[in-house]
């Protein structure tokens, strides 16, 4: 099929950046998208010009480093990864717009490249159980109901595309910050630190210049591992537990 | 802020925080709360009109009783001076961060010029209500209504339709003119969007969300219900006067 | 049948021949006993020193995160990197099985010793028994360390650690997240890497890729690694890091066939780089190929999709008896008409056979015209008696995401029609050459993980590449570099010693070099070209006229590619294409010596099928009396030369394979 796509092109993080629009002659419906945007690429490297630049690794939904809003939504419009739509998605004649995400805290690096290292700090302040190498106790020492299990795993799938920044209107990393809260806050291994966990991460979340949360839910939508909505609310609860302890 | 740090290369903390203490977070506790309080006097508010039904007399006299209530021991209006402080409080935090998370949100959203995603499609995303999407100027049309109104109803300054000391027929006689009534059905609508969209936030807000979207959540449809029943149950009473002449003489 | 003393072997043409080597670093004495014995002869470094020490660690997966984590715990100063923009997304991310450990929670036999056992065999010989044993007796502390940082693991309905049984194991002692282990392993190991930075013993570059060791001679003149030359993906400019102990935990090379299941970005070019400046690379040909891949759709594919080999316990494959067939909707095919094969060939293992065998048995059904799918590529792994077995629910729940995968890729529903697979590369066994000890033959640079060709022989049993990474960088190195770094710190090193200003010249002339060129085909199609050659004849099966054939062919490649590759844009910021030039260009050199080592192995070992070396009903046959070694070869400018390494078995006795 043939398509034209509207691409951001933006030399680097201090240039400006604008639509682009190329057009595909010989788009097959089985291609990722990711493929076709290799395709492009190989197309216009021919033509002399620089290649679209964009993250991707394990293209198989796993590792988050694609993501780019496709006519306007965030990984576009199946609930899933940029590396796992497929041209299927489309049809011929389709025009398609690609755009990085946008947030005051992810900054463009190049074309549909942008930085979230804000994510890693985040993690850095508070995202993980405080447990040096080799003091582990026995693992079947401390069972976890299967339905925490569960809860806590559903959670913990977050792959860190950012997908939900992309999506939010204010631009809030909530849904990412609050699927490890959870994560780690529903294990028995976790709650030592759940009240200085949420503490933390909070402030740095707001630190990184990431907006407020107003419950829209637009994240989880968009969301490509289902991250639930519910672990915004058990955020808030954690951390309004926490504010009450004195812990802030 | 994300500026002063290097792109994405040295993952150090570097950025200066804030005490959790006065996160977006905390923020939105303090819209939630003060949302709830406005709510709730809404709900006795919209209560208290309904007597407009039983008549002039009954309904001044309603109005006067509450100047009374408890008098041995508060002073003469004591308990309505009680809540107009705290309504006034609320309103004030509510609107202080409103405005706040609102300019931090828009600069979090990553605008680039006047515009986030220059695509013209998606742009009501994929499952957003209406409702979310006229928080801000919605609350806006509210605060001058709420303004305009008490303006008209207390101390009998606006007096659209001619003043009158019996609330009662400041009432009547406002709500006998269109533009009156059209801009309270406005107002009343813009409650209605906003608490539509500001019941289930508030409650989420304060941890009671457990639904995976919020099409699913409970606190959805009584989110509704509450929008529907203050938008409707205040529009009675102009609507009654209007199209039905009740209390027109 | 012709055996390899028959004749002069052919390989001898493309590369010298030097000393044998020896592991000197593994104690003697009985085996459960050696790795106690290692840490207790081992240095200590005072706490208070460490804080002086510094290391460089490249990579952050399994290996890699795992390492910094728990070296920055100890107080040393560490510096890691991976070319990613976080280290959270290392390859390791997308492993989906699972990890063994031998707890025994089954109560169904298993032990350390049998882990081992089964480790060593499943290696078809070719790995140490020392490192094999030190990985089965760690592999214990993984699952605790893990469970401790909140690795959700499955759990059963009385809240403790479930586990399944994986692809050719008679034991239950696999532990999973979903189809996620690798990515729940990761995060625990990113974590606790995260938690180091903020500390401040660690400090992490991203997007960020190590193009150049860096060896200093020290006073008495041995040449220590001291540094790496890094390339900041974002500004281009090069960097020059130092410190008194340099780790590579880079993973694997499997993108030398183009196509695999790596990550776009895997690359060789850190072990490469460490090659051409000495270190041994050992075993490179011993490759492992999946069985159960998303097959390829068309040319512009770009990599292919594992799917848990799990998928095996409960489908069953199968093929078409007649090739008319193999057009047809495959739910209209009679049960009569269909072949399942490996049940048929396999009786005991059935559709459970070892990962090389269920690829190359693929591969034949294909060859003989009953593959199914474009090209011709494909053969059935079929849920329906599975689902009329134990129930929609059940299936979903243990493989839903798995299917929803596949029917996110393939457009299929696999519900209800069966899914098609087919083999692809998977993961890469050799790597650079490393003692008991984790530390190459150059001084001062260890390998951890998929990078160095330790524990695994010529075949990789399932679920044991996490244990490795995980026992490597939490357990193992940790206690051996101490050993090393007890003599450090060592002298500083300027950016201006003359060995740093050499190799961060040898990088700058390089990236100018691959803009220089300006020619006309573009990285890919280079890489493309190379793939196929390596696919055809050095992947499942290889034959001594192919091998020579692929060498002069990725000759002429390589002569092609520096004369007419095409890479767009500047070196000063970031240039994806430029980034996939280096990588290829190691790649043609890797590539051509992978050849050799398959021809230099005339034995049939592991998962690799050597035409020449085949029993007479057409199974691997292995050479024990000669090739019971494994090859180290070190780097020549005009030819390789191989150091061999014997292996000797004292507690597992070799034996042929049988899965009959
Ligand atoms: C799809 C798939 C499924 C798998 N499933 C399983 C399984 O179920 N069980 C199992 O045991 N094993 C499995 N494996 C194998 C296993 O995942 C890998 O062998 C293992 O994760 C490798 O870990 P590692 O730490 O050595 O390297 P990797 O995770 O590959 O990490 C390499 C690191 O090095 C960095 N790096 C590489 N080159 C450079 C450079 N030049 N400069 C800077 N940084 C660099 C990267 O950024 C990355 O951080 C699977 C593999 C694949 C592909
Ligand atoms: C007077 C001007 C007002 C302004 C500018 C205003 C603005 C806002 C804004 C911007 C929000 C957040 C939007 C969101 O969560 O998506 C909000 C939430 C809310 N508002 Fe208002 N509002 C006003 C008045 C009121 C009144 C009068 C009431 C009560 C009847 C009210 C009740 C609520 C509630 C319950 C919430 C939800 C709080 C939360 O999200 O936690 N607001 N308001
Ligand atoms: C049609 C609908 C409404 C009618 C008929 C109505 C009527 C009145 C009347 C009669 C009073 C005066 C009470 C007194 O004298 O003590 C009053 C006061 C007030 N009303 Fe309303 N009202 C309506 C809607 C609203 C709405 C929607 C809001 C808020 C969003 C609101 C907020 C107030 C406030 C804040 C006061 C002042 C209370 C006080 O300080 O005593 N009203 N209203
Ligand atoms: S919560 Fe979902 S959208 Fe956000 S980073 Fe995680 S996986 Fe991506
Ligand atoms: S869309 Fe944004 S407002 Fe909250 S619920 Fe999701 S972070
Ligand atoms: S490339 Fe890894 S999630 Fe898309």
Known sequence: MKITVNVWRQKDADTKGSMVSYALDDVSEHMSFLEMLDVLNEQLTLAGEEPVAFDSDCREGICGSCGVVINGIAHGPEVTTTCQLHMRSFSDGDVIDIEPWRAGAFPVVKDLVVDRGAFDRIIAAGGYISINTGSAPEANNTPVPKEDADHAFASATCIGCGACVAACPNGSAMLFTAAKINHLGLLPQGQPERESRVVSMIEQHDAEGFGGCTNIGECTAACPKGIPLDVISQLNRDLLGALAAGKA | ?249 | MTSPTDQHNVSEQFHGLGDDIADTRAPSGPIDRRWEQRKFDAKLVNAANRRKISVIIVGTGLAGASAAATLGEAGYQVTSFCYQDSPRRAHSIAAQGGINAAKNYRNDGDSVYRLFYDTVKGGDFRARESNVYRLAEVSVNIIDQCVAQGVPFAREYGGLLDNRSFGGVQVSRTFYARGQTGQQLLIGAYQALERQVAAGTVTMHTRHEMLEIVMVPDADGTERARGVIVRDLVTGEVETHTADAVVLATGGYGNVFFLSTNAMGSNVTATWRAHRKGAYFANPCFTQIHPTCIPVSGDYQSKLTLMSESLRNDGRIWVPKNKDDVEKDPRDIPEEDRDYYLERIYPAFGNLVPRDIASRAAKYQCDDGKGVGPGGLGVYLDFADAIERMGRDTVEAKYGNLFDMYAQITGENPYEVPMRIYPAVHYTMGGLWVDYDLQSNLTGLFVAGEANFSEHGANRLGASALMQGLADGYFVLPNTIANYLADGPFEKIGDDHPRVVEARQAVEERVEKLLAVDGERTVDSFHKELGHIMWDYCGMERTEEGLVKAISLIRDLRAEFWRNVKVTGESTNLNQALERAGRVADFLELGELMCIDALQRRESCGGHFRAESQTEDGEALRHDDEFAYVSAWEFGEQQPVLHKEQLEYEYVEMKARSYK
């Open chain 2, 1 to 249: 802020m994300a500026d002063e740090v290097y792109r994405g290369v040295v993952t150090t903390i570097q950025t200066r925080r804030t005490s959790a203490k006065r996160s977006t977070v905390a923020l939105k506790y303090s819209m939630a709360v003060s949302g709830l309080v406005m709510l709730g006097y809404l709900l006795v508010h919209m209560y208290g009109n309904l007597k407009f039904f039983q008549g002039q007399e009954y309904f001044d006299e309603y109005l006067a009783g509450l100047e009374e209530l408890f008098t041995p021991y508060l002073p003469e209006g004591g308990l309505l001076w009680i809540m107009r402080v705290a309504l006034i409080t609320a309103l004030v935090v509510h609107v202080y961060a409103a405005m706040t998370l609102w300019r931090r949100n828009k600069a979090a959203a990553g605008y680039v010029g006047a515009t986030r995603y220059h695509s013209k499609k998606g742009r009501t995303g994929i499952q957003r209500s209406y409702a979310s999407f006229t928080m801000r100027w919605g609350g806006i049309i509210l605060l001058l209504f709420i303004i305009g109104h008490v303006a008209q109803m207390l101390p009998n300054w606006l007096a659209p339709g001619g003043a009158s000391d019996s609330t009662y027929e400041r009432v009547v006689n406002g709500f006998e003119l269109w533009w009156v009534v059209l801009l309270y059905t406005i107002g009343l609508v813009a409650v209605g969007f906003h608490l539509w969209h500001g019941f289930w936030s508030a409650l989420t807000t304060l941890g009671q969300n457990r639904s995976a979207t919020r099409n699913e959540s409970t606190i959805t449809w009584v989110s509704t219900f509450i929008a529907a029943l203050i938008c409707f149950g205040f529009l009675i009473v102009p609507f009654a006067v209007f199209f039905f002449g009740v209390g027109t003489s």
